[in-house]
C-alpha cells in the first residue's frame, strides 16, 4: 500500500513539473504573424499537378435574336421538346396501356384478394 502510495505521488510530481518541458520556446504567434503565414501557405505549391488550360467559354456563338429563331424553327417542325420530356411525344403516346386498363376500384379489389389469399407477403417479408 505504501509502495503504490509513493509511485502515485512520484507520478503526479513528475507531471506536475514536466509542464514546463513541454510548453511552447516562444510566445504564441499574434494574428499579423498568423494571417501571413496562412497568405503563404495558400500561395505555396501543393505538389499535386497545376493545370494552367482554361476553362471552354460558356458565351454563346450566336446572338439572342438567332436562338430565338432557331427555338421558333424547331417548335414549328416538331423537333423542341417540352420541359423535362427525355422523348418524344410519339414514343410516350407508344408507351400507354392498350386499352387493357382498369379502375382504381378494380385494382384496390384485386390487391386485397391477393393479399388475403397469401400472394402478397407481410411488411419486411421476403417475396417467394
Request: glycine letters at 6%; charged letters at 30%.
Amino acid at each position: 500500500m505504501k509502495t503504490t502510495f509513493a509511485l502515485c505521488a512520484a507520478a503526479a510530481a513528475i507531471a506536475v513539473f514536466s509542464q514546463g518541458a513541454f510548453a511552447q520556446a516562444s510566445a504564441p504567434a499574434n494574428r499579423a504573424e498568423v494571417k501571413a503565414e496562412a497568405k503563404a501557405a495558400t500561395k505555396a505549391p501543393t505538389g499535386e499537378a497545376q493545370t494552367t488550360t482554361k476553362a471552354p467559354s460558356t458565351a454563346s456563338d450566336k446572338t439572342r435574336d438567332e436562338r430565338k429563331a432557331a427555338t421558333k424553327s424547331d417548335k414549328a417542325s416538331g423537333n423542341l421538346k417540352t420541359a423535362g420530356e427525355s422523348a418524344s411525344v410519339k414514343e410516350d403516346k407508344a408507351m400507354k396501356s392498350t386499352g387493357t386498363e382498369t379502375t382504381r376500384d378494380e385494382r384496390k379489389a384485386k390487391t386485397k384478394a391477393e393479399n388475403k389469399s397469401g400472394k402478397i407477403p407481410a411488411a419486411g417479408e421476403k417475396a417467394n
